[in-house]
């Protein structure tokens, strides 16, 4: 069975500072892996998603993430941090073959000024 | 535009009550999903449909019912027999054989009085 593993519940940084949130999977195939956003009584908005194609993805608002097979991690990362990204971040894997998202439990992002 | 609509936003149940949670799409999406999120546990999966007239399990359906009677609509009824409902619930849709990842509601918050 697929699944995601969020290292961190909580991550807390300076305004203007890097951002590292992280995430390892377990999967049998090569997943599609995803990174949701979710600010408070919000649903989820995809900020990028990794299919098979090139291993360092770019979403939006300034989020990377590079796909690293041999150390099976798919870590979020943003140059500098700004207050609006405070939110809670979801690394998310697609189980093959039923159309089905697992969630890993969430890192909630605290930026202070 | 495209997207979920989910109503209420808040919703109150009494003891013993039977509630129903609205999700309409409107982006022509094959599959639609419910999921309940909790404060630390991520998002669960408590219904799925891939089709008109066909819904699966989730991991957690127990206290829950759905219907797929047209493509656009996917209600979830919190029955009483789930024991606790106070949650945070999420629909989401997505195209059949794509890697694209979910678009999601805005949720209804349920609380139990």
């Known amino acids: 069975a697929q699944s995601v593993t969020q290292l961190d519940s909580h991550v807390s940084v300076s305004e203007g500072t890097p951002v590292l949130l992280r995430c390892n999977y377990s999967?049998?195939?090569?997943?599609?892996l995803f990174w949701y956003v979710q600010h408070p009584n919000k649903g989820l908005q995809l900020l990028l998603k990794?299919?098979?194609?090139?291993?360092l993805v770019k979403g939006i608002n300034g989020f990377e993430a590079e796909f690293k097979k041999s150390e099976t991690s798919f870590h979020l990362t943003k140059p500098s941090a700004h207050m609006s990204d405070a939110a809670e971040y979801f690394c998310?894997?697609?189980?093959?073959?039923?159309?089905?998202?697992?969630f890993g439990t969430g890192t909630r992002l605290l930026v202070s000024p | 535009d495209g997207g979920i609509t989910q109503s209420p936003k808040y919703l109150f149940r009494k003891e013993g009550q039977n509630v129903t949670l609205s999700c309409e799409q409107n982006?022509?999406?094959?599959?639609m999903y419910w999921y309940r999120q909790d404060p630390g546990q991520g998002l669960r999966l408590i219904y799925y449909?891939?089709?008109?007239?066909?819904?699966q399990k989730g991991d957690i359906a127990e206290g829950y019912s759905v219907s797929r009677e047209k493509k656009e609509s996917f209600p979830l009824t919190v029955t009483s027999a789930q024991k606790n409902p106070t949650a945070f619930y999420l629909c989401?849709?997505?195209?059949?054989?794509?890697?694209?990842?979910?678009?999601f509601g805005s949720g209804t918050r349920l609380t139990v009085v």
């Open positions: 982006l022509n999406h094959d599959a």
């Open positions: 990794y299919t098979s194609a090139a291993t």
């Open positions: 449909s891939q089709i008109v007239n066909d819904f």
């Open positions: 998310v894997v697609r189980n093959t073959g039923f159309q089905k998202l697992v």
């Open positions: 989401a849709s997505t195209p059949i054989a794509t890697a694209y990842g979910y678009t």
């Open positions: 999967s049998s195939y090569s997943p599609s």
